[in-house]
């Protein structure tokens, strides 16, 4: 009895480290990281391709813009060059300067070969729409083989993704001060502070520390 209670617990522990350690295992898929922002904010992003197609090389990335986010700027991600297309927008903004009908609908990243053994960080900034949830980014990888990996699925109604899943980043309500009115189009992002940045690490450590608090009371009960 003693004896089966002790293997229990033991197993119990085994699944806790499981967890803790699984935290740390490398993405296969197309993911944003930082992956976790706040509703309305200035924010910044890499969209990670951790592999190529079938052992081949990248030779292009193409991030498409979710509706709702503006002010967008990609990173120069040197030696790729960087091309910005630009949609129109379904609501003209007015600004005291003018009136903006057009926005970015995508960032095309292309000549330039990233190899299946190493993977890369294709950047943006930009300001997220006010909202709460996942943002769902459609991603496209195409190989020097011409096979493409779209990264486009998102979750159905049963919670179920089919073919690559796109990448995500979990919108967080707004806390207090968080969201101002500030129109923002055309504004410097790099000025604002991040507040997510800080969310994303805050949520981390208490992860740790429950993970730690439970093993730690499991390890206790042997
Ligand atoms: C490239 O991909 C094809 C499948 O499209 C595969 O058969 C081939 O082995 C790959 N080449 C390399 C160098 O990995
Ligand atoms: C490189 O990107 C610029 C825009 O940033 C574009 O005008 C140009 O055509 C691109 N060159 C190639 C070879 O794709
Ligand atoms: C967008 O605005 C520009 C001027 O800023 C104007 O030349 C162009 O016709 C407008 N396009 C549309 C589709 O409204
Ligand atoms: C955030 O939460 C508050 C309180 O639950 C709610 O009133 C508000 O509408 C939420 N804002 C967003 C952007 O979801
Ligand atoms: C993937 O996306 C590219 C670019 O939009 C498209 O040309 C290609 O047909 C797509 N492939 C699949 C399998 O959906």
Redesign the pocket.
Known sequence: MKSASASITVATVLVVLFTVLSSFTVEAHVTANPSSAVSGAYFQSNFRVPHGCDGNSTDMV?VEIPKGVTSVKPRAVLPWNTTINMVALDVPIVTPSGTVNTTIGSVVWSNSVLLDSMYEDFGLQFKLPVMEGPLYWHV?QRCVNNA?N?WTGVPDASGNTAGFPAAVITVLNATGSTTTSNGGNGANPSSKPNSAGGSVFRSLGLQYTIAIGASAMLLALI
Do not use: K
Request: aromatic share 50%.
């Open positions: 193409i496209y493409w779209n």
